[in-house]
């Protein structure tokens, strides 16, 4: 702290004594200026102030109203201190309207009388008492030509100063058509003035109206420079010698600001109706921004980039400076829509809020989680017929899918068998060496067709009867018996039968059956 103030008072003297040089145009600048929060008020002053002027000879104001404490009295200028205290005053017997003044040099002062549109010289004695009048008989009269007009309303002549350098005088027209005139300081009076040149307009300063002038002349020599003042707009406004605006300090804690001079330290003084006086004083810039602190909408921050492009947070596109010098506004950019703007995502193009949570990209997978780079990982991997193909992509749960197309011999009546895409042991050749439709391994006599088991046979055997194929592929009859005659006899024409000519078994069958 201790270093800012130093700063601060080396930079406040710096200005000062700067501006007291007056040795260039350009020697004022109204970023350096300060207001006061409110305006002084002139008790001594009723009413009506409109005018200000300062005279370096005696470092005093001279101030004028437009009329007296009365309405319908005559107009009055009071001699002050720089602080607004009344030192005498000059009442302006037969003047009307004086809305300017200006001290031109030695005792010789002008004032505007706006509805006359008139500028009229007068000489105030620098030694006399307290309370002095002045009559408009002994005044020089510098009437504007109507053509440069019109006069007779409340919108004429309203401010007035003076170029010494140039022995030149300056004045406005407050409103209807704003005017800025200058022409030179006449030698002759009474006198007509038609050929005033208009330096400025309204459309040039974008002012409402124009209030007060103060020629910078009157305190840097050779300057060009004036200030003018609007009423409406509650602003000041510096002027360069082509009417560009190269400055200007607003007045919005005046209630009228009227008029506006200059002293030799710079001071600048602001009067206005009804009884006001401001006093701006240079101040420092801080920020180096060219508003001056007092004006500074935002300490130690370029207040000309209030309204340009930022970009202070990555997440946002468009942003601008506001009025409270925060960087604001513009576009969330969230391409991926998952609330996390592009800059920060953690994967453009995914929902960096899914980090951490349940996923199941890979169906071979049980717990999955999103990682910190967005993929699906982690998990256990499942199955549970252990043979390394996952219940998600197991052709045969419960079954060695590795097995597929392999040999296998689950009919043991094939030969060749494989297990095929559904994990079933199919195809191979049917095993049947002897033909008779029974496998090999279920072949109870190989090479014999085992479909004669239990069919008649012959076993040669003529003391068998019923003779059969075994279970053991053998042809086996059941032994006859010999113990009676029957037998005996059968057995014997069976013997017969069987080497007897077909004529004769013919011959048989006509026979009656024996019957004992």
Same mark, same amino acid.
């Given at each position: 702290m201790?270093?800012?103030?130093?700063?601060? @008072?080396?930079?406040m003297?710096f200005?000062?004594?700067?501006?007291?040089?007056?040795?260039?145009? =350009?020697?004022?600048?109204? +970023?350096?200026?300060?207001? &006061?929060?409110?305006?002084?008020?002139?008790n001594?002053?009723?009413?009506?102030?409109?005018?200000?002027?300062?005279?370096d !000879?005696?470092?005093?104001l001279?101030?004028?109203? #437009?009329?007296?404490?009365?309405?319908?009295?005559?107009p009055?200028?009071?001699?002050?201190?720089?602080?607004?205290?009344?030192?005498? $005053?000059?009442?302006?017997?037969?003047?009307?309207?004086?809305?300017?003044?200006?001290?031109?040099?030695?005792?010789?002062?002008?004032?505007?009388?706006?509805?006359?549109?008139?500028?009229?010289?007068?000489?105030?004695?620098?030694?006399?008492?307290?309370?002095?009048?002045?009559?408009?008989s002994d005044?020089?009269?510098?009437?504007?030509?109507?053509?440069?007009?019109?006069?007779?309303?409340?919108n004429?002549?309203?401010?007035?100063?003076?170029?010494?350098?140039?022995?030149?005088? @300056? $004045?406005?027209?407050?409103?209807a058509?704003?005017?800025?005139?200058?022409?030179?300081?006449?030698?002759?009076?009474?006198?007509?003035?038609?050929?005033?040149?208009?330096?400025?307009? =309204?459309?040039?300063?974008?002012?409402?109206?124009?209030?007060?002038?103060?020629?910078?002349?009157?305190n840097?020599?050779g !300057?060009?420079?004036?200030?003018?003042?609007?009423?409406? =707009?509650?602003?000041?406004?510096?002027?360069?010698?082509?009417?560009?605006?190269? %400055?200007?300090?607003?007045?919005?804690?005046?209630?009228?600001?009227? %008029?506006?001079?200059?002293?030799n330290e710079?001071?600048?003084?602001?009067?206005?109706?009804? #009884?006001e006086?401001a006093i *701006?004083?240079?101040?420092?810039?801080?920020?180096?921004?060219?508003?001056?602190?007092?004006?500074?909408?935002?300490?130690?921050?370029?207040?000309? *980039?209030?309204? $340009?492009?930022? =970009?202070?947070?990555?997440?946002?596109?468009?942003? $601008?400076?506001?009025?409270?010098?925060?960087?604001?506004?513009?576009?969330?950019?969230?391409?991926?829509?998952?609330?996390?703007?592009?800059?920060?995502?953690?994967?453009?193009?995914?929902?960096d809020n899914?980090?951490?949570?349940?996923? #199941?990209?890979d169906?071979?997978?049980?717990?999955?989680?999103?990682d910190?780079? /967005?993929? +699906?990982?982690?998990?256990?991997?499942?199955?549970?017929d252990?043979?390394?193909?996952?219940?998600?992509?197991?052709?045969?749960?419960?079954?060695?899918?590795?097995?597929i197309?392999?040999?296998?011999?689950?009919?043991?009546?094939?030969a060749?068998?494989?297990?095929?895409?559904?994990?079933?042991?199919?195809?191979?050749?049917?095993?049947?060496?002897?033909?008779?439709?029974?496998?090999?391994?279920?072949?109870? /006599?190989p090479?014999?067709?085992?479909?004669l088991?239990?069919?008649?046979?012959?076993?040669?055997?003529? !003391?068998?009867s019923?003779? *059969?194929?075994?279970?053991? +592929?053998?042809?086996?009859?059941?032994p006859?018996p010999?113990?009676?005659?029957?037998?005996?006899?059968?057995?014997?024409?069976?013997?017969?039968?069987?080497?007897? &000519?077909?004529?004769?078994i #013919?011959?048989?069958?006509?026979?009656?059956?024996?019957?004992?």
């Amino acid at each position: 702290m201790k270093n800012m103030n130093f700063t601060y @008072y080396v930079g406040m003297l710096f200005c000062v004594l700067f501006l007291a040089t007056k040795t260039t145009a =350009n020697d004022i600048d109204l +970023c350096i200026y300060q207001a &006061p929060t409110s305006p002084d008020t002139i008790n001594e002053i009723p009413r009506q102030l409109s005018g200000v002027t300062y005279r370096d !000879s005696t470092e005093t104001l001279f101030m004028v109203t #437009n009329e007296g404490e009365n309405e319908g009295d005559p107009p009055v200028v009071y001699e002050t201190e720089k602080d607004g205290t009344v030192r005498r $005053t000059i009442i302006l017997d037969g003047f009307n309207d004086t809305e300017g003044i200006v001290h031109i040099g030695g005792t010789r002062f002008a004032v505007s009388e706006e509805r006359r549109g008139r500028i009229t010289f007068f000489d105030i004695p620098a030694s006399t008492p307290n309370i002095i009048t002045i009559d408009y008989s002994d005044a020089k009269i510098a009437a504007l030509s109507p053509t440069l007009g019109p006069w007779g309303a409340n919108n004429g002549l309203e401010g007035v100063s003076y170029n010494p350098a140039m022995n030149t005088i @300056y $004045t406005v027209k407050e409103k209807a058509s704003t005017k800025y005139y200058d022409f030179p300081n006449p030698v002759s009076f009474p006198v007509t003035i038609t050929n005033a040149s208009e330096f400025c307009t =309204n459309a040039s300063l974008n002012f409402l109206d124009i209030a007060g002038v103060h020629h910078l002349g009157l305190n840097f020599e050779g !300057s060009v420079e004036v200030l003018l003042l609007s009423e409406e =707009n509650k602003t000041l406004k510096h002027v360069d010698g082509n009417c560009n605006v190269i %400055g200007e300090f607003s007045l919005s804690f005046m209630n009228q600001p009227e %008029g506006v001079t200059m002293d030799n330290e710079g001071n600048i003084y602001i009067v206005g109706e009804d #009884n006001e006086l401001a006093i *701006l004083t240079p101040s420092l810039d801080a920020d180096g921004d060219g508003v001056c602190d007092a004006n500074d909408i935002c300490p130690d921050f370029d207040d000309n *980039l209030i309204g $340009t492009a930022c =970009n202070e947070d990555v997440c946002m596109v468009g942003q $601008t400076y506001d009025t409270d010098c925060n960087c604001t506004g513009g576009t969330f950019q969230d391409s991926d829509g998952d609330g996390v703007c592009d800059a920060n995502d953690v994967c453009p193009d995914f929902d960096d809020n899914l980090i951490g949570t349940a996923c #199941n990209e890979d169906v071979c997978m049980a717990g999955q989680t999103y990682d910190i780079d /967005c993929n +699906c990982t982690g998990g256990t991997f499942q199955d549970s017929d252990g043979d390394g193909v996952c219940d998600a992509n197991d052709v045969c749960p419960d079954f060695d899918d590795n097995l597929i197309g392999t040999a296998c011999n689950e009919d043991v009546c094939m030969a060749g068998q494989t297990y095929d895409i559904d994990c079933n042991c199919t195809g191979g050749t049917f095993q049947d060496s002897d033909g008779d439709g029974v496998c090999d391994a279920n072949d109870v /006599c190989p090479d014999f067709d085992d479909n004669l088991i239990g069919t008649p046979c012959d076993d040669g055997d003529m !003391s068998t009867s019923d003779d *059969l194929v075994t279970i053991n +592929c053998t042809c086996v009859g059941t032994p006859i018996p010999t113990t009676t005659c029957r037998q005996r006899d059968s057995l014997a024409l069976i013997a017969v039968v069987a080497i007897a &000519p077909s004529s004769f078994i #013919n011959s048989l069958t006509t026979l009656s059956p024996y019957k004992p």
